[in-house]
């Protein structure tokens, strides 16, 4: 078994914030995400959003990713689910200079240990079809492709998902 090179911290303050604007003003992280960047209202309006979502369950939420021999940040987890713990989606953002290294693969894989925990069955996460680095991170943690719709802005998306209790 692989060694795991990261642990997760969850968004817990406003001092927090620091962490998460380097992904929301980094225009590649936004454009493989988002499609544009954030400007600093949205990203304090989304950033308040996490810290609602991080009150209402204590394993479960947004979290800051850290590498664990030079105690860097290198990104964001999240999962977050349904009321009664059924499915849970899962999301993830790396700084670009820990792209294509496996960080995106072992935060996938540390979100389903996760979701296995909490009694969660179900974890689903949604994707841009063009995306191919995730679609790859995805499948290689046992994500099958559900779905294909268009979004609000007329591009499309793509959710994948994975059964995690048998």
Known sequence: MSRVRIYFKK???EEDFHYFSKL???EEV???NYGRVFTLEESKKFY???LSVNSK????GYFKVFEKTIDDFIGLAAIYADDDLAEAEVEYM???EYWGKGYGSEIVGELIELAKTEGINKVIATIDPKNIASRKILTNNGFKSCKTFTIDDGSLAETLSKDVLF
């Open 11 to 13: 968004f817990s303050t």
């Open 24 to 26: 929301t003003f980094n």
């Open 30 to 32: 936004m454009i493989m």
């Open 48 to 50: 308040q959003g996490i």
């Open 57 to 60: 369950h204590e394993a479960l």
């Open 94 to 96: 790396l700084l670009p």
